[in-house]
């Protein structure tokens, strides 16, 4: 059986909460989520996802957590973190610079 290595969901489902429980997305490399929602969270199974590389979320600041978005950058895993904006250049940046989100 082939390992499940990248991952893109371009729908609203908190897939979040499925990430530690099942084996299947234990060997993520690659992992894309389109959901606004998911860095509302305080906390997301991502640090379990140990052979994660690439990832690449959705930034919508006025429904977003902050310190999930400072606990994500400092992963030591991750060798490419996105974020998708569909805000101007100038709210993210007074998102960024507010929250002191300096990388």
């Known amino acids: 059986m082939l390992q499940l290595k990248s991952l893109t969901l371009s729908m609203p489902i908190d897939f979040t909460n499925s990430?530690?429980?099942?084996?299947?997305?234990?060997?993520?490399?690659?992992?894309?989520?389109?959901?606004?929602?998911?860095?509302?969270?305080s906390y997301i199974?991502?640090?379990?996802?140990?052979?994660l590389?690439?990832?690449c979320l959705?930034?919508?600041p006025h429904r977003c957590n902050p310190a999930m978005v400072k606990h994500l950058?400092?992963?030591m895993h991750l060798r490419v973190m996105v974020f998708c904006v569909e805000y101007l250049h100038q709210e993210i940046e007074r998102f960024m610079e507010q929250h002191?989100?300096?990388?």
């Open 100 to 103: 002191e989100i300096l990388d």
């Open 73 to 75: 950058i400092s992963n």
């Open 58 to 60: 959705v930034l919508a």
């Open 19 to 41: 990430i530690s429980r099942f084996d299947v997305f234990k060997n993520l490399t690659h992992l894309e989520l389109m959901d606004q929602s998911v860095l509302m969270k």
């Open 45 to 51: 199974c991502f640090d379990t996802l140990v052979e």
């Open 53 to 55: 590389t690439h990832l």
